[in-house]
């Protein structure tokens, strides 16, 4: 019997292939193309328009980073903003911090929600039903534009700039996202995979750098984003928590009493370092 393959479609002269070893979900959602599939390296990969979003087998490198990096850094984060995110790996991680007492969760896509509860159920291992939890089914950018509550973090956890997520690249989301945090605030988001799409940050430092006083990137080296370190995008009025020392860290991450597979102090402050190529492309800006 000959094993089908996936390719993902994210580079049209470069990608990687999976073994469908089974398809548990295909579907066209009112949104996206949506396909969630057994994988035998990676255990179940969920894919939206072509593109990998996450599988199980290394979803808790990139969750992690993406929640702990900011909210370790901002100390004392009681209120979260969750944009995308809809296989609620982020919302699983945000909520282990104790001192998190409210999360709102803006997903456009009601069907990534579902089938992912059902197929990727470790992802959100519950989240969805924390009582911290408030999930709105909206566009993240009107959201944003509209919303009237402030938060201490904003973790946008989009798909790529194509498709849906496409406004969660630009500067209308941005200054949306500026209007929303509370004083001292941190915005994080996911900025591709620099070696590949340079370009990506090239356009967050034009658009998010001008509403902030520091704005930057860090990075996690996930397997199955491919081709390189995955940049992540930074920014926050207050310079100084970028900067922050391992020690802080080190007693902020002991007190929240938080187990984690990938993140580490050391690596935190670590992931600020960026590449030569990418400093000196951010330079010539
Ligand atoms: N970790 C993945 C990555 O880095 O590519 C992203 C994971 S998550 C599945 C991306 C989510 O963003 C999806 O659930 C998708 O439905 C959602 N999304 C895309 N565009 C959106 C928008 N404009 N507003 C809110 N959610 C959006």
Redesign the pocket.
């Known amino acids: 019997m000959t094993t089908t393959t996936y390719l993902e479609k994210l580079y049209s002269g470069y990608g990687q292939t999976f073994t469908l070893d089974e398809v548990l979900f295909e579907h066209r959602t009112d ?2 193309e949506l396909i969630i599939f057994r994988n035998r390296e990676f255990g179940t990969v ?1 894919a ?1 328009d072509g593109i990998i ?2 599988t199980e087998r290394d979803e808790f490198i ?1 969750h992690e980073m993406m929640t702990h990096v900011p909210i370790l850094a901002h100390g004392k984060a009681k209120r979260v903003l969750i ?5 609620g790996g982020i919302l699983r991680e945000v909520l282990r911090h104790e001192s998190v007492e409210h999360v709102t969760q ?4 009601q069907a ?1 929600i579902d089938m992912c509860k059902q197929y990727l159920p470790n992802h959100s291992a519950g989240a969805f039903d924390d009582p911290r939890a408030n999930i709105v089914i909206a ?3 009107e959201f944003v534009s509209e919303c009237t509550e402030t938060f201490d973090v904003i973790i946008s ?4 700039p194509v498709g ?2 496409e ?2 690249f630009s500067s209308r989301f941005y200054e949306g996202c500026k209007r929303c945090l509370n004083e001292g605030g941190v915005f994080v988001a ?1 900025n591709g995979v620099v070696f590949m799409q340079p370009d990506e940050i090239l356009t967050t430092r034009r658009r998010l750098g001008p509403y902030f006083a520091d704005q930057s990137f860090y990075a996690a080296a996930v397997p199955t ?1 491919v081709g390189g370190v995955m940049t992540l995008a930074w920014a926050s009025d207050n310079v100084e928590l970028r900067q922050l020392d391992v020690a802080t860290i080190s007693e902020r991450f002991e007190r929240s009493g938080i187990d984690t597979r990938y993140y580490n102090p050391a690596l935190h402050v670590a992931s600020f370092a960026l590449p030569q190529y990418v400093v000196k492309a951010l330079d010539a800006l």
């Open positions: 949104h996206q969920m939206l979003q996450t990139y944009i995308g995110g809809g296989d803006v997903e456009i896509d990534v566009d993240g950018v956890d989009c798909t790529d849906p997520g406004v969660l996911q984003y």
